[in-house]
């Protein structure tokens, strides 16, 4: 084991996880793992970078080349973050996708690592990013946080509260609207309210949906709890 290149994957992925830590907490949708792999990937590619005198990269026989191999990690990565966008969507206030863009960021990262010769650091990054894919995801879901939902509520003519008694009917079940969108029908016939709601894990979601289920005039609802 190389413990010059052990040690700042390690400090790397404890830096990103105790950012990861924070978002996770406030209900962001790039959290606990998705950060890790953001700091491991950025740390094993400047480690390549710094230690370019053991890559396994050879002149042709009777020429002299002077060339910088970084640019062929430039262009990988900057490749691999179009096909990363293409995992990444968006479903209402909802964000999906972005730990699989990151974990294929860190294996874009790990195969160039691999492609110049550095075996100890590819081994160590493959290692770490199983780590943070498979052993941590049990600790990600015990982390405690803040949980996000999408509620949409469809109003009767005439029939959709204020916002404030909106706020409140959620505050009875311990969440708190942060955005409330309106759609209102042109014939006036139905109103809308989007909302993204959140609240301290484990949500209620049981006694929000028997509130919302005995409200007059509520013609039809959805809750969509987030996933990360």
Same mark, same amino acid.
């Given at each position: 084991?190389?413990?010059?290149?052990? @040690?700042?994957?390690?400090?790397?992925m &404890?830096?990103?996880?105790?950012?990861?830590?924070?978002?996770?907490?406030?209900? $962001?949708?790039?959290?606990?793992?998705?950060?890790?792999?953001?700091?491991?990937?950025?740390?094993?590619?400047?480690?390549?970078?710094m230690?370019?005198?053991? @890559?396994? *990269?050879?002149?042709?026989?009777?020429?002299?080349?002077?060339?910088?191999?970084?640019?062929?990690?430039?262009?990988?990565?900057?490749?691999?973050g179009f /096909?990363?966008?293409?995992?990444?969507?968006?479903?209402? *206030?909802?964000? $999906?996708g972005?730990?699989?863009?990151?974990?294929?960021?860190?294996?874009?990262?790990?195969?160039? /690592?691999?492609?110049?010769?550095?075996?100890?650091?590819?081994l160590i990054?493959?290692?770490? &990013?199983?780590?943070?894919?498979?052993?941590?995801?049990?600790?990600?879901?015990?982390?405690?946080h803040?949980?996000?939902?999408?509620?949409?509520?469809? @109003?009767?003519?005439?029939?959709?509260?204020?916002?404030?008694?909106?706020?409140?009917?959620?505050?009875?079940?311990?969440?708190?609207?942060?955005?409330?969108?309106?759609?209102?029908?042109?014939?006036?016939?139905?109103?809308?309210?989007?909302?993204?709601?959140?609240?301290?894990?484990?949500?209620?979601?049981?006694?929000?949906?028997?509130?919302?289920?005995?409200q007059?005039?509520?013609?039809e *609802?959805?809750?969509?709890?987030?996933d990360?």
């Open positions: 084991m190389n413990w010059d290149l052990a @040690w700042p994957v390690a400090a790397a &404890t830096a990103g996880g105790l950012i990861g830590i924070e978002r996770t907490y406030h209900g $962001h949708p790039a959290g606990f793992r998705t950060h890790i792999l953001v700091c491991l990937t950025s740390c094993l590619l400047m480690l390549a970078a230690h370019q005198s053991t @890559w396994a *990269f050879t002149a042709l026989p009777g020429q002299t080349v002077v060339i910088d191999p970084t640019r062929m990690s430039h262009g990988l990565l900057t490749g691999i /096909l990363c966008a293409g995992v990444i969507f968006r479903e209402g *206030f909802s964000v $999906h972005l730990t699989t863009a990151a974990s294929l960021w860190v294996t874009s990262a790990i195969g160039v /690592l691999f492609g110049v010769g550095m075996l100890d650091l590819a990054g493959s290692g770490a &990013t199983l780590a943070v894919l498979a052993v941590l995801r049990l600790l990600d879901a015990k982390l405690p803040i949980g996000v939902m999408d509620v949409t509520l469809r @109003w009767k003519r005439g029939a959709a509260p204020a916002e404030k008694a909106l706020r409140d009917m959620l505050k009875g079940s311990g969440m708190k609207a942060v955005r409330i969108g309106h759609m209102i029908c042109q014939s006036g016939a139905q109103h809308e309210h989007h909302m993204k709601v959140k609240g301290q894990m484990p949500m209620d979601i049981d006694g929000l949906v028997s509130r919302l289920s005995a007059k005039g509520l013609a *609802f959805s809750v969509m709890p987030r990360e």
